[in-house]
C-alpha cells in the first residue's frame, strides 16, 4: 500500500468522524423537529412513547431560536425550580418583551406569576402563549389548573379534556379528570 493510499484514507475515515459528530444526536437517535408530526405520534402513542415524544416537544418548544433568549428561559425556570418566583418572573420578562413571539416564554411566565398568587397575570400570559401555540397542552393544563383554582370546575374539566386529546397519557391531566369527574358527569347510582 502506498504513503498516498494511506493518507487518503485517513482523510477518508478522519472526514468520516467529523461528519458524524457534526450530525445533531437528535438526528442520529430519530427524534423529530416537525412539531406535527411529533403531536400526530403523541396522539397515538403508548405510555412509554409519549415519554420520548413529550420531551422531544418540549425541547422543540423550548428553542427561541436565539442563544441569549433561550438563557433567559433556561434561567427563569431555574428560579422555577428554586422557588425564586420573583427572579423568575423578571428573567420571563425580559424574554417575553425582546421575543413576543416565543410562545414557552409566555407559558413559562404564566407558572411563575400562578406560583406567586398572580392569577390574572398568569391568565393573560396563558391566552398569548396559547394564541401564539394552540397545541401546548402544558399550558392548557396550566389554565385549567387556574380555572379549577377559581371553583370553575366545569370549564377547568374542558380545558383538561383539551389538553388530554393532545397528549392522552399526560398523567397530572389524566390526575385532575378523575378529580373532577364525579362533579361534571355526575354520580352513578
Given amino acids: 500500500m502506498s504513503v498516498k493510499q494511506t493518507l487518503f484514507q485517513r482523510i477518508v475515515a478522519a472526514t468520516c468522524a467529523i461528519v458524524m459528530y457534526s450530525i445533531p444526536l437528535s438526528a442520529q437517535n430519530g427524534d423529530l423537529e416537525d412539531e406535527s408530526a411529533l403531536l400526530s405520534a403523541l396522539a397515538s402513542a403508548d405510555a412509554a412513547q409519549a415519554k420520548g415524544l413529550d420531551r422531544q416537544l418540549q425541547r422543540l418548544w423550548s428553542k427561541s431560536g436565539s442563544a441569549s433568549m433561550d438563557l433567559l428561559?433556561?434561567?427563569?425556570?431555574?428560579?422555577?425550580?428554586?422557588?425564586?418566583?420573583?427572579?423568575?418572573?423578571?428573567?420571563?420578562?425580559?424574554?417575553?418583551?425582546?421575543?413576543?413571539?416565543?410562545?414557552?416564554?409566555?407559558?413559562?411566565?404564566?407558572?411563575?406569576?400562578?406560583?406567586?398568587?398572580?392569577?390574572?397575570?398568569?391568565?393573560?400570559?396563558?391566552?398569548?402563549?396559547?394564541?401564539?401555540n394552540p397545541n401546548n397542552y402544558t399550558a392548557i393544563f396550566g389554565l385549567g389548573t387556574i380555572l379549577e383554582t377559581f371553583g370553575d370546575n366545569a370549564r377547568a374539566y374542558d380545558a383538561y379534556a383539551r389538553a388530554k386529546a393532545i397528549h392522552p397519557h399526560f398523567e397530572d391531566v389524566t390526575k385532575a379528570m378523575d378529580r373532577l369527574r364525579s362533579e361534571i358527569e355526575g354520580q352513578s347510582l
Fill in 73 to 132: 428561559l433556561e434561567r427563569g425556570r431555574d428560579a422555577l425550580k428554586s422557588e425564586d418566583f420573583a427572579a423568575a418572573i423578571d428573567h420571563l420578562t425580559a424574554l417575553t418583551d425582546h421575543a413576543p413571539e416565543f410562545a414557552e416564554g409566555w407559558n413559562a411566565r404564566a407558572s411563575a406569576y400562578f406560583h406567586s398568587e398572580l392569577y390574572g397575570p398568569a391568565l393573560a400570559d396563558l391566552e398569548r402563549a396559547l394564541a401564539l
